[in-house]
């Protein structure tokens, strides 16, 4: 087998896949010089800097895998590797010890001022009395996201005897306990914290999660790092936010737009900056070289990767028929993440009919898949699908029937969290996935991928033209709506297709009419 290098790796990764393969390593190559030669391998190896886009996918006919060696995979087309059967390999759990080691540095040094001292005295100027510092024993951490970073965060704080909240909704209440962290609600964090530091993903629900509103409930002391990814916290507020002295200060270690040469940031000494160098340690290169190395190896040798981004291996015979199974049981999922309210702790899937006489671990792992995409580091498939749960503390229960009363086939998903059980099933019609069941009522909803707004609340006359005349003053487009009923004017669930998301301020005003008691905005 031959396997190209393109970006700096670790010299351990290299030296495990040369007992196994022939490797090329050829770095800085322009996508010009990358495509007349990469359909000669079996493997690519890349970091960062190498853009894999879907036309040097298809040049590369003999690939089987790409590995990125590292956590973030942005700069491959996942979707088209996964079209033509290669398999996409990267390294999310390698740098975690060192970013959670940057973090604690960048919060000590927002706590003692050292970068700008720092600069001060080799400037030839002796100001100490302008750097007054501030302890961290007995200040309030608070990790937003309790996953491998956060939770490796929470340990060393312990140690410096601060106190620890953290908000995740999903992580159990167990495994918050065995860190000693107390889970709150993100509102309680930002209003309690003395340190703020960010350990999730960014995706569709996290980008600007930390905005103007979130700042305005800080303590003026508070000090913000971010770690994680750029984009979680939107740049302009926190900046401006530091200059009006609303927030005390900020450590950045990634910005939204990379490399980062001008920013918001670089204006006030106040916010410390870094080069995205979160991950930058020797020992955590070493780590993910050999992790990556060690996957390509596994799937040359025709075995499953742990840390496969993609789709996991399955049977062809099997995968024509869990196919269309596989994205319900990611849709399902996704719809009960974002019905769930309170911490979660235990998922049960079920499975009726015929699919329950089929290997039921890929439908699994895209179920969890589904539930913890907007928060887990990691790409969730058929390898690690029980162990990123077992990490948040999560139990999960399968049960299998081989009748089904309504269906040919169902998958229901139940969640238990602190607040009750929220439950939703969903089958499949011509192909085509269709959500049935949402708690105790029973619809059917295609989810097109467009919005979809969710209203529990008491069937009576007006409901729906008070919701209608609130969209239409928004001008949002009510594509279809959905109406199940318990009893005659009694509870009901209205579901709305929407065209457009709905403006926070908008739900609100549906949620205020009265007899309706919740009402959700979704995106299938």
């Known amino acids: 087998m031959n396997v190209l290098i393109t970006d700096p790796v670790s010299e ?10 022939q490797v090329d390593i050829k770095l800085g190559l322009k996508p010009e010089e990358l495509l007349p030669i990469i359909g000669d391998y079996e493997a690519l190896v890349v970091r960062s800097q190498t853009q894999v886009t879907a036309k040097i996918i298809e040049a590369g006919e003999k690939l089987q895998v790409i590995a990125r060696a590292g956590a973030g995979i942005d700069n491959i087309d996942v979707e088209e590797a996964t079209q033509r059967g290669i398999v996409v390999v990267n390294a999310p759990t390698g740098n975690t010890i060192a970013a959670a080691e940057h973090t604690i540095a960048l919060m000590l040094s927002l706590a003692r001022h050292i970068p700008q001292a720092n600069a001060v005295l080799k400037s030839g100027v002796w100001r100490r009395g302008d750097f007054m510092g501030t302890e961290i024993r007995n200040k309030t951490l608070g990790i937003l996201g309790l996953g491998n ?9 312990r140690g410096l005897e601060m106190k620890l909240i953290a908000h995740d909704p999903f992580i159990s209440v167990d495994h918050a306990r065995n860190l000693q962290v107390k889970l709150v609600s993100l509102k309680q964090l930002l209003k309690e914290s003395d340190f703020i530091t960010i350990h999730i993903p960014r995706t569709e629900s996290t980008k600007g999660l930390i905005g103007t509103k979130e700042l305005a409930s800080v303590k003026p002391s508070v000090h913000i790092i971010n770690c994680a990814r750029g984009g979680l916290i939107d740049e302009e507020a926190l900046a401006k ?5 609303r927030v005390a200060g900020a450590a950045i270690d990634v910005f ?42 596994e799937i040359f040798n025709g075995q499953p990767a742990k840390h496969s981004v993609n789709a996991p291996l399955i049977p062809a015979e099997t995968l024509s028929v869990l196919a269309p199974f596989m994205k319900l049981a990611s849709t399902v999922g996704k719809l009960t993440s974002q019905l769930a309210d309170g911490q979660m702790n235990a998922i049960q899937i079920k499975y009726d009919g015929e699919i329950s006489n089929y290997d039921t671990n890929a439908l699994k792992a895209a179920v969890l898949g589904g539930l913890l995409e907007d928060i887990s580091e990691e790409r969730v498939n058929l390898i690690n699908a029980g162990i990123v749960a077992a990490q948040r503390g999560l139990t999960v229960v399968e049960q299998k029937e081989a009748t089904c009363e309504n269906y040919a086939s169902l998958i229901t998903v139940e969640v238990t969290t602190s607040t009750g059980i929220t439950a ?18 029973w619809i059917d909803i295609v989810p097109t991928g467009a919005y979809f707004l969710l209203s529990d609340h008491k069937d009576r006359p007006g409901i729906l033209g008070a919701v209608g005349k609130i969209t239409g003053d928004a001008d949002i487009n009510i594509s279809s709506m959905h109406v ?4 005659l004017r009694g509870q009901a669930l209205m579901i709305l297709a929407l065209d457009e998301p709905l403006p926070e301020d908008q739900r609100q005003k549906i949620q205020s009419i009265p007899d309706v008691h919740t009402a959700k905005l979704v995106r299938l």
Not at 12 to 21: F, K, N, V, Y
Not at 149 to 157: D, F, I, M
Not at 268 to 276: A, C, G, K, L, S
Not at 484 to 487: F, P, Q, Y
């Open 241 to 245: 936010a530091v200059k009006e002295k």
């Open 424 to 441: 939703v099933a969903g089958t499949v019609i011509r192909g085509e996935s269709h959500i049935v069941r949402v708690n105790n009522y």
């Open 484 to 487: 199940s009923r318990l009893t």
């Open 149 to 157: 970073v956060g939770s490796e965060v929470a340990r060393r704080a």
């Open 256 to 297: 939204s737009t990379e490399p980062a040469t001008e920013s918001v940031f670089f204006e006030d000494d106040n916010i410390i900056v870094t080069p995205h160098l979160g991950a930058s340690t020797s020992e955590a290169q070493a780590m993910a070289a050999r992790d990556v190395a060690e996957q390509i190896i």
């Open 12 to 21: 351990e990764g290299i030296d495990i896949l040369r007992s196994h393969a």
